[in-house]
């Protein structure tokens, strides 16, 4: 019996199969008038076996959103999955998988030397308390040390 197709791409991807950590493109729209969106699965944990702290998720958010933004204006959005494994990163124009892995390991390398998270307050952030600067960072080694297998989903 074969399951009918979801709308939402990576509830078709068969979470079974994946060896995280890992970035895939998620998947890719034309808008009506030419522009590219790709959308990146950037996945640090295991899924259904590992996940990330919920004020290590969300300090990563908030670093990555700020940082990769130094590196690139073609990023939209970067957003938490909330399974808590990872995160979808949002990038407009022509671009190559190799050009969003190196602008995602500048972003990371950004991250491990941070000084703060940004916007870690009341005034800039809904829930200002739950944030992690050292547990941010250690993702971010954790992931950067596996750069030579990011491209490999499947085992």
Same mark, same amino acid.
């Given at each position: 019996?074969?399951?009918?197709?979801?709308?939402?791409?990576?509830?078709?991807?068969?979470?079974?199969?994946?060896?995280?950590?890992?970035?895939?493109?998620?998947?890719?729209?034309?808008?009506?008038?030419?522009?590219?969106?790709?959308?990146?699965?950037?996945?640090?944990?295991?899924?259904?076996?590992?996940?990330?702290?919920?004020?290590?998720?969300? $300090?990563? /958010? %908030?670093?990555?959103? +700020?940082?990769?933004?130094?590196?690139? #204006?073609?990023?939209? !959005? @970067?957003?938490?999955?909330?399974?808590?494994?990872?995160?979808?990163?949002?990038? $407009?124009? /022509? %671009?190559?998988?190799? +050009?969003?892995?190196?602008?995602?390991? #500048?972003?990371?390398? !950004? @991250?491990?030397?941070?000084?703060?998270?940004?916007?870690?307050?009341?005034?800039?952030?809904?829930?200002?308390?739950?944030?992690?600067?050292?547990?941010?960072?250690? #993702?971010?080694?954790?992931?950067?040390?596996?750069?030579?297998?990011?491209?490999?989903?499947?085992?």
């Amino acid at each position: 019996m074969t399951e009918a197709r979801m709308n939402v791409e990576s509830f078709n991807l068969d979470h079974r199969t994946v060896v995280a950590p890992f970035v895939r493109v998620a998947d890719t729209k034309t808008l009506p008038h030419g522009d590219l969106l790709t959308k990146y699965d950037v996945r640090f944990c295991q899924p259904n076996a590992d996940r990330l702290p919920m004020p290590t998720v969300h $300090s990563l /958010e %908030h670093l990555m959103a +700020e940082h990769i933004r130094n590196h690139s #204006a073609s990023v939209i !959005d @970067v957003s938490p999955m909330g399974c808590q494994t990872g995160f979808y990163v949002l990038v $407009s124009g /022509e %671009h190559t998988y190799d +050009e969003f892995l190196d602008l995602l390991e #500048a972003t990371l390398v !950004d @991250v491990t030397t941070a000084t703060e998270v940004p916007a870690a307050n009341e005034v800039q952030c809904g829930w200002a308390a739950s944030h992690t600067l050292s547990g941010a960072q250690a #993702a971010a080694r954790v992931f950067l040390d596996a750069r030579a297998g990011w491209s490999q989903v499947t085992a």
